[in-house]
């Protein structure tokens, strides 16, 4: 599978790289401008991602825009059929996510800091399985 990271935080950036690589495929960025430009590439060259995961509170770009945005290109190129799987994450915990949550278009989100069995265990159940290596 392929995988997008979105994540301004360095360290966070890199544990989830490392889990994700478990699983595929990784492209990691530090920004939201960043993770809408490499979707917007990889529908150009109908090299899709399966799984998106956004940090919500980033610099330039929130999470929410930032899957505005990439849903919006998944519309401009016709990407009915490969629709980016997402994954949001926070710092922010259940309650205060539920009660600020702005957009729906996303299939989790997870609350830092990340517990991986959990992580994985929700990586199970939206049908992604690791990679035999």
Known sequence: ????VADDDFVNRKFLEKIFAQYGEVVAVDN?????????RGMERREFFDLICLDIMMTKLDGYKTLE???EAENRY????????VMMISALDEVVLDSIQVCSDYDAYICKPIVVDKFE????????EKIAK
């Open 78 to 85: 016709a990407v009915f059929d490969n629709r980016a799987h």
């Open 69 to 71: 945005a990439i849903r």
């Open 32 to 40: 939201g401008m960043s993770a809408v430009d490499e979707a917007v």
């Open 121 to 128: 265990k929700l990586l199970h159940k939206m049908g992604f």
């Open 1 to 4: 599978m392929r995988v997008l």
